[in-house]
């Protein structure tokens, strides 16, 4: 055995012995105890809906939906979402159009219209909720981690 493997298989063997976790932090994914004793379902989430944009978080993420959806069909034969955020309804509606890369299919070809691909809107987007984090989140914004960066003088970049 190696000496990292060992240390590792240390280190985990004394988390066991502590009856802890590895990841102190993780939430708990393993339900009540026993597993067969029956929990209330913890309470709805009230949905985000003041139609505020919301920051993207780095230029490529699908925004999140500010808007309600409830009640919004999105299958096999509708799809609510493009009734507003159709290139033809925008001015209607003042909806954001979808974007260009919408039109495109796996192959980079610019269709007429929405791509298949990219029709399930919620596959990507999704709306969010007042729900407190189950784990700290110390995401930072690309722009915060920038800022910190000592100027260089000469402007080599
Ligand atoms: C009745 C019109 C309407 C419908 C239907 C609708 N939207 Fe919207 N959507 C809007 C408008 C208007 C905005 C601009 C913000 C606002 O007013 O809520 C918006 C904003 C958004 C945004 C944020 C865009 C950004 O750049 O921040 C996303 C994402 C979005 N909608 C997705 C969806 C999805 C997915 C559906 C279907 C489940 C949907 N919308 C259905 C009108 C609509
Ligand atoms: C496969 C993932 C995916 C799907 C499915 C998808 N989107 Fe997007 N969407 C994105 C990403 C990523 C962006 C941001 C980058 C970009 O514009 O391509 C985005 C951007 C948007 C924007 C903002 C456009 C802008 O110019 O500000 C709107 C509005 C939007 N999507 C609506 C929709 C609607 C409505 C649907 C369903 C018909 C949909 N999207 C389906 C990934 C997706």
Not at 57 to 75: F, M
Request: aromatic letters at 4%; a positive charge; charged letters at 20%.
């Amino acid at each position: 055995m190696s000496r990292q493997l060992a240390l590792v298989t240390a280190a985990l063997a004394s988390c066991l012995v502590a009856g802890r976790p590895m990841a102190q932090d993780a939430p708990r994914l393993t339900g009540p105890e026993p597993f067969t004793r029956e929990q209330p379902a913890p309470p709805m989430q009230r949905a985000i809906t003041n139609d505020v944009r919301v920051t993207r978080n780095y230029p490529e993420q699908p925004p999140v939906i500010p808007h309600a959806i409830e009640g919004y069909a999105l299958d096999l034969n509708a799809n609510k979402c493009m009734s507003c955020h159709a290139r033809k309804f925008t001015e209607q509606t003042q909806a954001p159009m979808i974007s260009v890369t919408h039109f495109q299919d796996r192959d980079g070809n610019t269709l007429g219209a929405l791509s298949p691909r990219r029709y399930v809107c919620l596959s990507c987007h999704v709306p969010q909720t007042e729900a407190r984090p189950l784990v700290e989140n110390r995401f930072t914004d690309m722009d915060a981690l920038s800022e910190r960066e000592p100027v260089n003088g000469r402007g080599g970049r």
